[in-house]
């Protein structure tokens, strides 16, 4: 039995151990394995860690974290915050294992950083006819005010410049990541905006009248941060990193994510949005219509339609195809089109053309892979489609990834290839560039427009004379049949 004063020593020496951790410091997370998962800090953001309208959770690494979870073989958390100076404290402050927010290498901060996952340029953006629209060098930034993204590296460089420039303003909007602080600078509410080349590409399929005004220096790389001590995670990362930029993954997670954003030029967007507002409303019924009838989401269509013919219900191609979605004769008797020109009939028969190319493919073949072979296949026709994924497979390339086969399509009109095909040579390189510019439209839409409500009741809607000739001015942009 302890004596008092024994009791008294315990109770001293217990008070100072408590005391040495201080009210509020918050206990280290254990390691991943006798957690049992891999919790990770992320942020809401258009590239890396996005919620779609039904709740699901996508993005560049978001995918490549699950696939990381599935080699160490633990579930992944994701615990978002407001934005990236949180998520890095928590990860400092022992509270998650690593952040995954777009995050700049920053050897400033007490992390130890994984190998890049992409590289990345940060530049300042302005709007086009503004103040010192063509800025080329960093005086020329003086008396201007620049904002960005508390904690990002672009606001690091920023402050940098400010120390060699005193009249350069800084500014750090609340809780504001890229997109809403170049929405903001689109709509005159901000004067600069300093963010990187990718936000930046984003941006402008929205506000084609952002421009990029300086860039800036010493072009950096996008990576995750873990603590200083996690040598045997970091080990783990840095190899899954490796493998994932040999076997391709990185390659093709960055395609599917952000790398077609790049095709479309200012002049095609900006015509894009105008055709939005003027075209657009006429057929919105008709889109949705075709989705209650496929499952695809109208917008799709609408994009498809968009890229075959402008949304003019009159287009026609010197090779004979016509309408709105330029169906050739035989693809709309099969498909029960009367009128290609009728606007409706068009956009119905062009969705059930794209849904059964869809289900033509084999079942091995996943989303959203699948829509966009089945999307260079409405240009090319299933023949070439299964013509070029037979050449893929001979070339030792995986023919139901898209990322794969938009590299063997070109290959259709070279005579060494051409020549083992029964249907003969194709132009697929163009069946290339229409599914990625598809993918551009789509991208626009999906941000601008909301998604259709099943159970709506559709309107009865025909189109006259009058609307038809309003809707004239613009040609086909197809000049081969879809088949």
């Known amino acids: 039995m302890k004596t008092a004063a024994a009791r008294r020593l315990s109770t001293l020496l217990l008070g100072l151990s408590l005391a040495a951790c201080g009210p509020a410091e918050t ?14 800090a992320t942020r809401h953001d258009a590239i890396s860690y996005r919620l779609d309208e039904d709740g699901r959770v996508s993005g560049f690494e978001h995918d490549l974290l699950r696939a990381l979870g599935d080699e160490l073989d633990v579930d992944v958390t994701f615990v978002p915050y407001p934005d990236a100076t949180r998520a890095l404290d928590a990860v400092i ?3 998650v294992h690593m952040p995954a927010a777009s995050l700049g290498v920053n050897r400033r901060l007490p992390l130890r950083w994984s190998k890049p996952l992409r590289e990345v340029e940060y530049v300042v953006v302005g709007r086009s006819g503004g103040q010192a629209d063509a800025s080329a060098d960093e005086q020329s930034l003086a008396g201007r005010t620049i904002s960005a993204r508390r904690g990002s590296l672009a606001a690091e460089k920023i402050m940098d410049i400010r120390k060699r420039r005193p009249g350069v303003n800084v500014h750090f909007p609340i809780k504001a990541g ?6 903001d600078l689109a709509a005159g509410k901000l004067d600069l905006v300093a963010t990187d080349r990718l936000h930046y590409a984003l941006a402008v399929h929205l506000h084609p009248a952002l421009e990029i005004v300086y860039e800036l220096p010493e072009p ?3 990576a995750w941060a873990l603590p200083a001590g996690q040598h045997v995670l970091a080990a783990e990362v840095d190899a899954f990193i490796g493998r994932a930029a040999a076997d391709g993954r990185l390659a093709r997670l960055a395609d599917r994510y952000f790398d077609y954003v790049r095709r479309l030029n200012t002049a095609d967007i900006t015509t894009f949005l105008a055709r939005i507002q003027e075209r657009l409303p006429r057929y919105r019924a008709f889109f949705h219509e075709a989705e209650a009838q496929t499952g695809i989401d109208w917008r799709y269509v609408a994009a498809v339609a968009y890229q075959e013919s402008h949304w003019d219900p009159q287009a026609t191609s010197f090779t ?5 979605m330029m169906l050739t004769a035989d693809t709309a008797d099969r498909l029960g089109v009367n009128d290609r020109l009728d606007p409706r009939q068009s956009i119905l028969g062009g969705a059930r053309y794209l849904a059964m190319l869809k289900d033509l493919l084999p079942d091995e ?3 959203p892979d699948r829509t966009w072979l089945a999307t260079a296949a409405y240009n090319l026709g299933m023949g070439h489609m299964n013509g070029a994924r037979a050449i893929a497979r001979r070339l030792g390339k995986d023919d139901r990834a898209w990322w794969e086969m ?5 290959l259709l009109s070279r005579p ?7 249907s003969g040579p194709a132009r697929g390189g163009e069946a290339v560039v229409m599914t990625e510019n598809v993918r551009s439209y789509h991208d626009i839409l999906a941000r601008l427009e909301p998604p259709y409500e099943a159970g709506l009741a559709l309107p009865s809607l025909r189109l006259g004379k009058a609307d038809r000739a309003g809707a004239q001015s613009a040609g086909s942009s197809r000049s081969t049949p879809p088949m």
């Open 416 to 422: 060494e290839y051409a020549q083992r095909l029964k």
């Open 178 to 183: 890229e997109e809403q602080l170049l929405a």
């Open 365 to 367: 073949i996943d989303e």
């Open 27 to 40: 206990p280290r997370i254990a390691d991943y394995h006798g957690l049992g998962e891999l919790r990770i």
């Open 406 to 410: 938009k590299s063997v399509l070109p």
């Open 320 to 324: 004979g195809v016509r309408g709105m």
């Open 220 to 222: 950096s790389a996008i």
């Open 93 to 95: 402050n022992g509270q």
